[in-house]
């Protein structure tokens, strides 16, 4: 399994690079007929790759809330325990939204570049001049309709909203949706296979659009796009080494030294894998043996936090919705920033604990607020590396909210039992 994830890896670095050849050489010979055909099959094999992301995000999005919160109910008992990890959550991952969009607000990577790749897809963002609170009553009341229709549409945040209720009504049904429950889990196992096929396709994909990037566009693009990268660098290099060990210490008095030392194999099986899920055995592990966590707290923190609770990819996926916007030359007002606020909370709650699984939510973050899905398509070259980093912050986050749920809920121990 992890040999496959690196030899992908290594097609996806291939693609990437093979694509940036071809399309410069397309840029020297522009006009010719053999340009135009490999450009327009560029566009076809693009088009197809993008298409599958669109097509798996929707049931991606809505399986993961809902038998995620579903998966609570086995929980249910240990009342002290969820509220004080849902609570940390989420108040973690909103300081590392707010940290992530000030950087992206102060440093505006990519600003005054207006990519012409996307021009027909904004022409519909243009067109909807509405003023602040118009489009708060308008975005307040497109959240509630037939959610058929917002999947039929891939209407993301009203679909969230169903899953969430959904995935509540489900805990509340209690004995009675056992089998239901059985059931959305199994049916999120066989989405997750799907994205797997379709990361496959990767390589190729990546080669098709970048060529056509790079044979089109401005070639400033790519300088922004380092900027992009050193920004969310360092806002999730903040998150992990000075607001996570801050709260830590405050929270429990165990110092930052005693606390990487205890979960370091955790957090480099993070980096290497790119999966917060494939890195659960080890984080538990490391918990209870450096750290002392009761295997109970570990065990219910960290598969929760798996896939929930993700500040990296929180980070990304708000700095991601400013960095198009820039580039598309849009400029978000602070309603529409609120949303980017929410949604990438969200999408990183929706994501799964898997490599890449944030760049498929992100279009959820995007269509939010009405920038082109296409824009993955910049991103996807410069995903892996910074996947490696928030994927092991990611971790990072669910190992200090395993120690502060222990130092606050956690109880004497008694045969591996919790004592609420
Ligand atoms: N790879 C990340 C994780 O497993 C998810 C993401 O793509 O952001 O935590």
Request: glycine residues 10%.
């Amino acid at each position: 399994m992890k040999k496959k994830r690196f030899s992908l890896n290594a097609w996806i670095l291939g693609g990437a690079a093979a694509g940036l050849f071809l399309g410069m050489f397309l840029r020297l010979s522009p006009g010719t007929p053999g340009t135009s055909l490999v450009l327009g099959a560029c566009a076809v094999a693009g088009g197809v790759f993008i298409g599958l992301l669109k097509m798996i995000l929707m049931p991606l999005v809505v399986l993961s809330i809902s038998s995620g919160i579903a998966n609570l109910a086995d929980h249910a008992r240990m009342t002290r325990v969820w509220i004080l990890t849902l609570l940390f959550f989420a108040t973690t991952t909103m300081f590392s939204v707010a940290v992530s969009m000030s950087a992206m607000n102060a440093f505006r990577p990519g600003a005054g570049m207006d990519v012409g790749i996307f021009k027909s897809e904004m022409a519909s963002f243009h067109a909807e001049g509405l003023s602040v609170g118009q489009f708060f009553v308008k975005f307040l009341s497109g959240l509630f309709i037939n959610p058929f229709q917002a999947l039929a549409e891939t209407q993301v945040l009203p679909a969230v909203v169903f899953a969430i209720l959904f995935g509540a009504a489900l805990v509340a049904a209690g004995e009675k949706s056992r089998q239901l429950r059985v059931l959305l889990s199994e049916a999120m196992a066989v989405v997750m296979t799907m994205v797997e096929w379709i990361m496959w396709l990767a390589p190729v994909g990546i080669l098709a659009l970048l060529a056509q990037l790079v044979a089109t566009q401005d070639l400033r693009l790519f300088g922004s796009l380092g900027t992009f990268a050193a920004v969310v660098i360092g806002a999730t290099l903040f998150h992990g080494l000075v607001t996570l060990p801050g709260v830590l210490w405050v929270l429990t008095r165990i110092g930052p030294f005693r606390f990487f030392q205890g979960v370091r194999e955790a957090l480099i099986t993070a980096f290497a894998t790119s999966s917060s899920s494939a890195t659960m055995p080890v984080t538990m592990r490391c918990l209870n043996e450096n750290l002392k966590v009761d295997k109970n707290i570990g065990g219910f923190v960290v598969p929760l936090g798996a896939t929930v609770n993700m500040d990296g990819t929180a980070i990304y996926e708000s700095a991601a919705a400013l960095f198009v916007a820039n580039l598309v030359g849009i400029e978000l007002n602070f309603t529409q920033q609120l949303i980017v606020f929410f949604t990438a909370m969200l999408a990183a709650v929706g994501a799964p604990g898997i490599p890449s699984a944030g760049m498929v939510t992100m279009v959820m973050v995007l269509q939010a607020v009405g920038l082109p899905a296409e824009a993955v398509a910049i991103l996807i070259p410069i995903d892996r590396p910074l996947d490696a980093i928030r994927t092991a912050v990611n971790v990072e986050g669910d190992c200090v909210g395993s120690c502060i749920v222990q130092r606050w809920a956690g109880g004497p121990r008694q045969n591996g039992k919790i004592e609420p």
